[in-house]
């Protein structure tokens, strides 16, 4: 069973009072171990995939699935746990807390699930990223890069089925971006975990094991390789 279903999935906005239609009858499935990049021009509906994917948005029609469970069943505790325990957030901003150090950006997560062991699995996702001595420092002291990495192993504490990308690399020289790139789709691997990234970057789509092209909230074409 995909981690991840999307059935049929219409998604509706209002915009000053008119309806606009971001996705369109979308049906999409991405299994643990797979990368997946979504591609196409702004306003093709990729952030309101991710949106759809993570259980922060919810579709107008259709079905979203989590490890097999429709995100419109749930009850808030429950949507607050399976975002917590089953979901991984990157941003292109990286979204550090300027007043912690980097080790207590990364066992925030953990600490506000009251869960044990915090510091250790904090340590270890931090050498993963190969941040190792840096978790004394400020997020102001790093590099875009590190800061990125940072927040790959913030997300990564809770051990996520499922990893969302919104533009990891846009902030990025492109040296920087192919490193980060690289790290996603190792811990795609040795995770197995399912890694959904938007992008608008050719280069960076390439690195994906899929590639999802959307058009008017639509996809338009799928290609493997």
Not at 6 to 11: A, F
Not at 134 to 162: C, D, E, K, T
Request: aromatic share 4%.
């Amino acid at each position: 069973m995909p981690i991840l279903s999307l059935q049929s999935v219409t998604k509706d906005y209002l915009a000053e009072g008119q309806p606009v239609r971001a996705l369109h009858n979308l049906s999409l499935e991405v299994s643990r171990g797979e990368f997946v990049a979504l591609v196409g021009r702004s306003g093709c509906g990729k952030s309101t995939l991710l949106s759809l994917a993570g259980a922060m948005d919810f579709p107008s029609s259709g079905v979203v699935l989590v490890d097999g469970v429709a995100t419109t069943s749930l009850r808030d505790d429950a949507l607050a746990r399976i975002r917590r325990e089953k979901i991984g957030f990157i941003f292109q901003s990286f979204q550090l807390i300027h007043t912690l150090t980097v080790f207590e950006n990364v066992e925030l997560p953990l600490l506000l699930a009251g869960k044990k062991a915090a510091r250790e699995v904090a340590r270890d996702r931090l050498s993963w990223v190969e941040l190792d001595g840096l978790g004394a420092r400020y997020p102001h002291q790093l590099s875009g890069g590190q800061m990125q990495r940072v927040a790959i192993a913030r997300a990564l504490v809770q051990s996520p089925a499922i990893l969302l990308a919104d533009e990891p690399t846009g902030n990025l020289d492109t040296s920087t971006g192919n490193l980060i790139l690289e790290l996603l789709r190792r811990l795609t691997r040795e995770q197995n975990t399912a890694t959904i990234m938007a992008t608008h970057s050719v280069e960076a789509a390439a690195m994906a094991d899929v590639v999802v092209k959307l058009r008017d909230g639509e996809i338009a074409e799928v290609t493997r390789r």
